[in-house]
């Protein structure tokens, strides 16, 4: 067995570390440790000066564990790992130590304690560097094709902007041809743009690129691998299934729209949704003498909380549509809250209160009554409760998720929300990632999104997807999750069940069945290893037995 | 902004690598109180890492009242990586509450080679495979169900772990004694503070896994001695 | 003599030896075990001597000759003899393991996380739920039970995953999970008469869990927390047949909710003014508030079932006619409202008014006068309500007189502490022999009191007269509430459905089917009069046989 030499740098940090404790005494108190050879004060560690020191230091004594006494590793670790590197170590044989945040800046009135509290932390350092292993960084090439799931305006406009960068794409559609539910509406808001001319010329991209090979009555069967390599099944239109390899995937399945049985009547005759009257619009055979539009049926109650966000916009441009082809029509929005964010929106809905359109504020303790062929509602600012009568009933219902949003998260391993959308990995910093990687999200899967937002996305998701597509490989620092012993794994599936990135699979080994760490997913949070009920993971640079070793030096042993 | 020097700290990358037998470790070595910090609850920078971690703290702090351990001594805090203020509380708070109790076994009169028997088998117990099984199926259960398609309410998924965990740590505490030396049902049931009947069926129940054989008699009492 | 087949009951050492000598006979050989593996005694591995072998049942020869088939974990459940040769009925427990699949690695048994007393070893140590029986066997099986409780329950509902949400506080997922079964949440928390609580393990202890108040706090709390009427949105898939419901007691309205929720085209005929049944024009409002009833039955009217009122079959309407309405099944639940008479002299005088009658008058708001001094006959929920009722219109005294002793009483022990409480006198082992009257008026009863003789069918002690110990009470009315039937006069009228000799509709036990072709029959009709609970599970059962039905006629 090798020898192991470590050596200990103490930095001064100018004051801010000697100011307040005495490094003198900790250098001292590091040499009296276990395995140390050699111990230094730095007056900046991380100065070209302090490197060199530190270099120097390895070099003539020998060194094989290098510890520094300093500041936070968020700043300065991957600097003295390749100090490291440079002299000739590998840098997982570095460990440090937070003296600075976590003892000098926070204990400045009792330099007896602070000093005491840094010669332990050191403590603790060294027992953690005497078990440090070489670890080597982990690489995976990345295939460069493409899968998008969904052929609606999101999937339908990464598709094609894939193929634009080059990248080949196959596009999975569940229904018999794409286009999703951009086929169903009539005009798009702000600008009224005719949704048959949007989608058309996207599915005319799609189909004429020679990169892009669209599967229509497709549905997933399964997922296998990780960012770069994945494997996936795909039952297609013929009863046939199909292979698909690819390096990311890009879900774009868009979600459906509540049909409000058992709410106001709702027959889907007189009384019918927003989509419906989408429908009508688009076929052209709608002549009435009144509507009334009833705001959040079925939305933002208990069991779903949530404003769909798009259906106020639909409302108002639909009864600006048809107030404006026939002035005669009298149309009621009955609602509790206004939705229509942005510049366009509010000029949307001056516009439709100056061509006509009523707006009735419902009060949410008093909501709308049926009454026959009539709805009656107290109206807030009369005092009173008011009879429309109508001759079209028409509620706008929320966007909700896809019936087999659930099967699909649960096959690509990522999460979904309490509404049953996918959730992204960071609502703020990565909203269109998911927290594997690999794997982006895009349109109304995520949430309820209008076409402009979807195009967004899928564009924000093609930009993000190609960073490994452009790269061609996948680099992940090595502290992850190992199967540190076979013969122990039983292959329960325990910790692939509670991997949050997909990186454990089970497989079939000529031992049975057996955990397979994706290492490249990894992200080494350690729940495997510290769930694994025989106790066969490890954790790189984690390891039980370097974690026990620190806790017996917190005590002082 | 300070708080006490008297905080040791032990980086890991996600409080979901916290194996509930390093909780114990780190009591056998005589620390007063266990303090882990990690990412507000739903943020967790590893996703589903700091649930995982409740789960298995939350069993920890069980396991160290059914031991007769001041379950106050282990608490999992909560901040992101920028709130240095609510650091210092949780710092400064934990270790109050630390001082109001007292060194570690002022609960069991400070005997301390109880204490050391008792953390053993506690250790032994949340090392040993039932409890880690539980514990690593808690979130399937609670969110989708067992294999019948059955949830487990907070309050079953409670009932059932606190079950399992007194018999875990009586189990453990027998295997520690036989380890030892041969003892018959009796000497056991007094060591451990158990009655006589659920002493012997614990180790009915190890004899069947073989884990327990028997050694021989004391006069007409049988002698009970771990296998080999 | 040609080839005989041996059932051989007990798979231990005797057993497989008995098997063995009648499979070298010649003979074919059933060998059935209770426990899950053969081998008699759950044999303990013992690693020192290595072996199991100090009694030997010869378990692989029994294992391989062909013409024995073991069959474990299995009970006789019916022995029927019949000309020298025996037709026996055996149940076979699941014993959900694939064997095929299992590789004896025992990782099971030390990560599950039940704990039981093992039944295979007269609770002398603990088995896991997960466990084998016996080492050579290696016969793998998991124990799972369904709680007393809920097997206890008519509709088999999820007691323990209800109350368990309730204690994690999730009233909205507990009430949820009822109503995956059970169309009515508030009406059974109050009228149920929980069977429930009555095999409840909890009961051992000290009290059963209060299952039914808890179903109660649950349903009310959604009529009370929500101003909104919260209707869930059900997608009927459309089926378009139609079906008709005759009678809109529970049995009906759960059989036109459960229709409907899978998109059936449902019309419910309703004799009465008022929907509902028994739980309308029997249960007095005091038990069961009206509002609670409402608004639940408005739940099931806001699927889009319709009811008829003031339709009676056989009346308004023919039978035969629904079928060339359209209607493709109908399923008759009319209840049991025919009061039972009391068969004794002077029953037609004025001041006899059955407690159904009372009861019924008295919910849909007919005059109803009852005199100073009542007397209700029998010891039923019915005769209860009547006194209690009849002490609220005014009665001064008022007596239940009931044949048997308290205890064999039918009425549920509340109801019989509430009547106490409020006055009502009881009055046990005691028989009417004659009403006694004056120009067609009632003005007394004829009684004699009664001992308790030898248990009778039914496990009750029957009532004998004590001799010579007639006595008169003086009475201004006396309510018979001794019994129910089903009116089934509208069959009797040609009708072409079978009656049992009990009176009520014969149906097959497994689809509640009748003699005819997609009419089937359920609830107090078809059981006679029973709890709301039954009739609910009745309505659920046809549910399941009508929708079997249509969809196989619309296969042909």
Redesign the interface.
Known sequence: MEEVRIGVFVCDCGSNIAGFLDVPEVVTYARTLPNVVFAKENLYSCSETGITEIKNGVKENNLTRVVVASCTPRTHEPTFRSACVEADLNPFYFEMVNIREHCSWVHMQDREKATDKAKDLVRIGVAKAALLEAQESIVANVNTRVLVIGGGVAGLTAAVSFSRRGFEVVLIEKERKPGGRLNDLYMLYPYNIKASDVIEQKISDATSSPLIEIHTSSVIKSVKGYVGNYEVCVDVDDGKSLDISCGVIVVATGASV??????YNYDGQNIITQLELEKRLKRGDLSVGSIVMVQCV?AR???RNYCSKICCMTAIKNATLIKEANSGTNIFILYEDIQCYGVEGEALLRKAKEVGVRFVNCDT?K?PAMGDRSIKVYHQALGREVELRYDLLVLSTPMIAREDATALSRLLRVPTDESGFFLEAHVKLRPIDFATDGIYLCGSAHWPADVRESISQAMGAVARASIHLTRGFVEVDPIVSTLADEDLC?G?GLCAALCPYGAIEIIETPK?KKANMISVACKGCGVCGSTC?HRAIKMNHFSNEQISAQIAAVAGS | MQYVPDIRTIRVMCTGRIDPSMILEAFLHGVDGVLILGCREGECHYVTGNIEAANKIDMTSRLMKIIGIDSDRLYFGHLSSAEGARFVELAEGFTKRIREIGPLGREIKEDKEVLKFRLEAAKAAVES??LR??IGKKTEFMDQGNK?G???????IGR?LD??LM?EISVKEIQLLLQERPLSVRDVSERIDLPPHRV???I??L????VV?LEGTDGVSPLYSL?? | MGKKSVLVVGGGLSGINLALEQAEAGNEVYLVEDSPGIGGERL??D??SGTVDFVSPDLKKVKSKKNISIITNADIEKVEDGDGKFNIRIKKRASRIIEEKC?D?K?C???????LWDDE?QG????TAIDFFNQVDSSYNIV?ETPVCQRSCPVNLDI??YI??I??G?F?ESLALIKEVLPFPSICGYVCPHPCEDVCNRGKVDYPLSIRDLKRFVADKEIHDH??P???????EGKGELVAVIGSGPAGLTCAHDLAVLGYGVTVFEALPRPGGMLAVGIPDYRLPRDILEKEIGAVT??GVEIKYNTSIGKDIAIEDLFSQGYKAIFIAVGAHKSLGMRIPGEDAEGVLSGVTFLRDLNLGSPVEVGKKVAVIGGGNVAIDSARCALRLGAKEVAILYRRSRQEMPASDEEVEAALEEGVNVEFLVAPLEVLSSDGKVTGFKCVRMELGKPDASGRRSPIPVEGSEFVMELDTIMPAIGQAPDTSFIERGFGIELTKRGTIKVNPDSLGTNMPGVFAGGDCQTGPWIAIGAIAAGKKAAKSIDIYLRSLAMQ
């Open positions: 509540l049909e409000p049985w058992g709410l079925g109650i208990e069991k303790a909501p039983v329960c049975g009920y | 495979e039932k099984w539980v019948y059955e949830r487990f309410t907070r309050h079953e059932l079950g399992i018999d012997l069926r614990y009915a129940g004899r069947r896994k073989g054989r296998q080999g | 303990l591995y690693k020192d590789d690695c990782a048994i030390e990560v599950c996380p039940i704990n070893d002398l140590s603990f088995r799972k323990r995953g368990g949400l204690a994690d999730r909205e101003t909104k919260k209707q869930e949105a059900v997608k009927p806001a699927l």
